[in-house]
């Protein structure tokens, strides 16, 4: 018997901590925009699914210039996953360990070439058409490069609360159930 993904507690714990940061706190209501928030949470927890993009030799692409190069050499589908994992990849540092980017006035105009380089991403990725049953919807997509600072903001916020406690079931709580 597998586990359903779709009700894991780790699943439960980012989905509940994302529609409260979002919804309650920051007052958007965006179901699908939350979901892929959460999703992207839950994705990222494996640091493999974070270096996951290769190159031609096959070396996984481990900074946001490597990526960009990639995704100028493909085309389509492949394309647009690049691009994805490109806006995915900053949205996630960019929110959740800013730190790890910027730790002083001088890094504040890489951090924004930084952002921008994921708002960019997100926006060409919901211009490629995709075939997969699996890809994220174009208007989320596009939604994302609009509102990216937002959700940076939100996901910075979602960090702080697992690291306080202030989730509803304590510190933890992932653990149970």
């Not at 360990?97 to 952002?115: G, I, M, T, W």
């Not at 079931?169 to 653990?175: H, N, Q, T």
Request: with cysteine; net charge neutral; proline share 6%.
């Amino acid at each position: 018997m597998t586990a359903n993904p779709e009700k894991s507690p780790v699943r439960r714990y980012f989905s509940g901590l994302a529609e409260n940061t979002f919804q309650a706190q920051l007052g958007i209501v965006d179901p699908p925009l939350i979901d892929y928030v959460s999703g992207l949470l839950i994705r990222f927890i494996r640091n493999d699914v974070v270096h996951r993009m290769r190159g031609v030799t096959g070396r996984p692409l481990m900074s946001v210039p490597e990526m960009v190069s990639e995704a100028s050499e493909r085309l389509g589908g492949a394309q647009r996953e690049i691009h994805q994992h490109i806006g995915d990849f900053t949205l996630f540092w960019a929110g959740v360990y800013p730190e790890a980017l910027c730790n002083d006035k001088h890094d504040s105009v890489q951090f924004d070439a930084y952002r921008a380089h994921g708002k960019r991403s997100y926006r060409i990725a919901s211009s490629i058409e995709s075939t997969s049953e699996d890809a994220p919807p174009a208007k989320v997509l596009h939604r994302l490069s609009d509102r990216f600072d937002l959700c940076c903001y939100g996901l910075r916020e979602i960090r702080r609360q697992w690291e306080s406690g202030e989730d509803r079931y304590g510190p933890g709580s992932i653990l149970l159930n």
